[in-house]
């Protein structure tokens, strides 16, 4: 884990830094500004996504720094708990509670939710406004996201803990855009070049980050159950958990290693805790005992995943 931290936060700064030291021409900088976007990716699903379930580490404290790496793309892991650990966990594709697989803008990813004329091209621009998921996120996302979670009481905060809450947010959104665009602008590259990078960045990284996330669920053969008339889903927990979720197969172990905690998904939903001290050996440990659940164990290659998903 180590390793893949540093490799990550490497893959992620040194680029820009020898983008502000060297000042490239712009197709080398689109270049750098490329391979930071596959770093951010990769510091959204393995370090600050297993940082923010409390799984990188049983040290609270390396927990609380690392789930924060989220900052660096300007993101509020407030919100971000709020979203994934509590909605999306506890109510995986359930309609109108699961935030993660709600419809968004012209993107349908529910079969229960009103299929408009121009969803049938879905499959076309969906991965269009995928690379807009992150900068939409720094931009927009969190403060809509805040209102809402304020407003339906997922969001338990006092008054004065959420006007604390959004002050941070202001504070890490100004820092990150000051950092990213203002510091490079103001020793001279031009704004052009650094708008277009900064674009770059965000769309491979919406693009990665999206198509890992969305394959877990919005694909054939997982489930998007209703809650009966007293609200309450059939099955228990773990059931729902392996209707709603797919594994990538095996046969994508040529994904980098540093993806591999969002790869064996069902087994980092059971045992979330320690799961990702021994991945992959705790999927192996967790096959049988899962085989023998009345539920398939859903492991798909990913190909297929995508060709399912569009």
């Known amino acids: ?77 407030f919100n971000w708990k709020l979203q994934h650990n509590i909605l999306h966990h506890t109510y995986t594709n359930i309609v109108h509670m699961d935030d993660d697989i709600a419809d968004k803008l012209v993107l349908r990813f529910n079969p229960h939710t009103k299929v408009k004329k121009y969803q049938s091209m879905q499959y ?20 809509i996201q805040f209102a809402k979670y304020t407003k339906n009481g997922v969001n338990p905060g006092t008054k004065n803990e959420n006007i604390a809450t959004v002050f941070r947010m202001i504070v890490v959104k100004l820092i990150y855009f000051a950092a990213f665009i203002v510091l490079p602008i103001q020793i001279g590259i031009p704004v052009w070049q650094v708008l277009s990078g900064f674009m770059i960045m965000h769309f491979a990284a919406g693009i990665i980050l999206t198509v890992v996330f969305q394959l877990a669920h919005t ?24 209707n709603t979720t797919v594994n990538f197969s095996k046969a994508a172990s040529f994904l980098p290693g540093i993806w591999v905690d969002l790869i064996i998904k069902l ?13 992959p050996t705790s999927h192996q440990l967790l096959k049988q005992p899962l085989k023998n659940m009345v539920s398939p164990i859903w492991k798909i290659k990913l190909l297929v995943l995508l060709l399912n998903h569009t």
């Open 124 to 143: 076309i621009y969906a991965f269009l406004f995928y690379g807009i998921l992150t900068l939409y996120w720094v931009l927009l996302k969190d403060f």
């Open 219 to 242: 694909v054939e053969g997982t489930s998007h159950p209703l809650p009966n008339e007293s609200g309450d889903i059939d099955n228990c927990w773990a059931i729902h958990q392996m």
């Open 1 to 77: 884990m180590v390793i893949k931290t540093v490799v990550l936060l490497l893959s992620y700064f040194v680029p820009f830094i020898v983008l502000l030291l060297l000042q490239p021409s712009f197709l080398v900088a689109s270049l750098l500004w490329l391979m930071m976007g596959f770093g951010l990716a990769g510091l959204g699903m393995s370090i600050m996504h297993d940082a923010n379930h409390g799984a990188y580490s049983d040290n609270k404290t390396i927990n609380y720094i690392l789930g924060h790496t989220l900052s660096f793309a300007g993101g509020s892991v």
């Open 267 to 279: 087994s980092i939903t059971f045992f979330l805790a320690f799961v990702m001290c021994i991945i």
